[in-house]
């Protein structure tokens, strides 16, 4: 009874605020539109390139993780560990906050103890920790094309997902997913 008295515009705008939540859930939930995730990444050090989509209809794509372990391996000792799925997803989601798709550079992924080590002994001033998250899977050094480090870095910082370093003189952001803290 109380529907036969409102107005046609007092109905149909419940019913289309209800289609439009219907829509925008559905798009938030993977249904429509972008299910994917996706990284580019070029590795200064091997000049190799990689993009892949990590993660597809709401999970890890195994395939695409072994190709990212393989390619964030230990450039030195050719050591391959499992990359953290979380740190992907960290720095997915750093360069979407700043509205980017660029391709990020890597300086550094996994470090075998080895080739920690080695950095270690070669500069005790560099910063290289004894009980690194690099040798973890769980850092990466990079630029991302197109952005100035100092705002990566804010991007990473403001996400507070980890472990964020600035190494302005080197140009190059560290990110982790170790406990939140900056240097």
């Known amino acids: 009874m109380y529907a036969a008295k409102m ?33 580019s990444f070029h590795h200064t050090h091997t000049n190799e390139r990689l993009e892949v989509v990590y993660w597809e209809d709401g999970e890890y794509v195994d395939s695409a993780l072994d190709d990212i372990n393989r390619f964030l391996s230990d450039f030195r000792t050719g050591d391959v560990a ?16 700043l509205g980017s798709e660029g391709t990020y550079q890597i300086i550094s992924a996994y470090r075998s103890p080895k080739t920690n080590e080695m950095l270690r ?41 980890g472990g964020v370093g600035y190494y302005e003189a080197s140009d190059f952001v ?9 240097w």
């Open 82 to 97: 499992d990359i953290d799925p979380s740190l992907l997803d960290l720095i997915y989601d750093v360069r979407a906050s």
């Open 174 to 182: 560290h990110m982790d997913t170790g406990r939140v803290r900056r």
């Open 7 to 39: 107005k046609p515009k007092t109905i149909l705008l419940p019913i289309l605020l209800g289609l439009a939540f219907t829509s925008f859930a559905t798009i938030s939930q993977g249904k429509i539109g972008a299910d994917q995730r996706s990284l």
């Open 121 to 161: 002994s070669q500069s005790a001033s560099s910063g290289v920790a004894k009980k690194s998250q690099h040798i973890l899977g769980k850092a990466i050094d990079v630029r991302l094309e197109g952005v100035p480090t100092a705002t990566l870095r804010d991007a990473a910082i403001r996400l507070q997902r």
